[in-house]
């Protein structure tokens, strides 16, 4: 689902975010990659959805070498990836539900099933009664909430999360990661990044450290 081969990132002026990455994420799973701030979690997660390139190594998601990939399949392996923020990066001016259509729209779903599609993750997420409210009407736990709706609403295979509760207190945290796991109950392949030891522990099956760039338990 997800392999890493020697992979190194480095930023202009030698500095090194990620060294030598060796890991095999498969598909179903729920991974936790945690660490202190800076240890290279954001990087990490950046490399897997093309925001940005290895320096060295190789990448393989589901099968796509990322290396070997031109600029014009990125989109279409975007699609296939759904990605959730710590700070939500939701469309102010747009309500809850356009949000959602939003990300349908611009991979030219046909418009009953856009209907369809919107109302039914966020009818999953639990804010079906908040459809024509706007983010900056609604609380940080229901703004994470359209934004996994927003992430989950193409059928994605991987979900991507970086700290996805950083803002959120304890209840919502939990709330949260619930939802999480119904989505990868759901067979969607999870990985979040996030510095909440606890969490990796009571909600992962698998679990990555990472420390100064490198993988501190290795398989």
């Excluded at 890991?23 to 940005?52: D, M, N, Q, R, V």
């Excluded at 393989?60 to 710590?86: D, E, M």
């Excluded at 909440?196 to 338990?217: D, F, P, W």
């Amino acid at each position: 689902m997800i392999q890493m081969f020697n992979v190194h990132k480095v930023y202009p002026g030698n500095r090194k975010a990620l060294s030598d990455i060796n890991l095999h994420i498969k598909k179903g799973e729920f991974t936790f990659i945690t660490g202190p701030s800076g240890a290279g979690k954001t990087t990490l997660i950046k490399l897997i959805f093309c925001a940005e390139p290895a320096t060295t190594g190789q990448i393989l998601v589901n099968g796509v070498n990322l290396a070997r990939l031109r600029s014009s399949g990125i989109p279409g392996l975007r699609r296939s990836i759904g990605v959730v923020f710590q700070d939500f990066k939701l469309l102010v001016s747009r309500t809850a539900y356009a949000n959602v259509v939003f990300a349908l729209e611009v991979t030219g779903t046909r418009p009953r099933e856009i209907r369809r599609k919107a109302w039914q993750v966020l009818k999953l997420v639990g804010l079906q009664n908040r459809l024509d409210a706007r983010p900056l009407e609604l609380s940080g736990g229901e703004q994470q909430r359209i934004a996994i709706a927003r992430a989950i609403v193409n059928d994605p295979i991987i979900l991507l999360a970086d700290e996805p509760t950083g803002n959120l207190d304890a209840q919502i945290t939990q709330d949260i990661m619930e939802l999480f796991r119904a989505i990868n109950q759901r067979g969607t392949t999870i990985v979040i990044a996030s510095h909440n030891m606890s969490l990796a522990r009571q909600y992962g099956t698998r679990h990555i450290i990472i420390e100064k760039g490198r993988i501190a338990n290795p398989d």
